[in-house]
């Protein structure tokens, strides 16, 4: 019953800026980690950035001093502001987060993806 609900993305040009947001509902107990991953036409998925319930991050060095990751945890969400936008960072951004339902563990869960799209 858990899902996650991306909403953000869009057609921008290089230079321009985006933030990203995911929401978590359901029956949650508790979110671990909660992160954002992108994927590239013919390419592998990616860490693009993590946040833990304590706030520690991690970035993908491509997007280290553009990209800032934070979150809401009374709100169960999480966004991406993305600065300084660049060709490549073109792909389908995806929401995860490890999430432990009531009654249950910890599980992984993904959002549906959401196209970012930044032309020269």
């Known amino acids: 019953q858990v899902q996650l609900v991306e909403s953000g993305g869009g057609l921008v040009q290089a230079g321009e800026s985006l933030r990203l947001s995911c929401v978590a509902s359901?029956?949650?107990?508790?979110?671990?980690?909660m992160g954002w991953y992108r994927q590239a036409p013919g390419k592998q998925r990616e860490l693009v950035a993590a946040?833990?319930?304590?706030?520690?991050?991690n970035y993908a060095d491509s997007v280290k001093g553009r990209f800032t990751i934070s979150r809401d945890n009374a709100k169960n969400t999480v966004s991406l502001q993305m600065n300084s936008l660049k060709p490549e960072d073109t792909a389908v951004y995806s929401c995860y987060a490890s999430i432990r339902r009531i009654g249950s563990s910890f599980s992984d869960y993904w959002g549906q993806g959401t196209q970012v799209t930044v032309s020269s």
């Open positions: 946040i833990t319930s304590d706030g520690r991050t």
């Open positions: 359901g029956n949650i107990f508790s979110i671990n980690v």
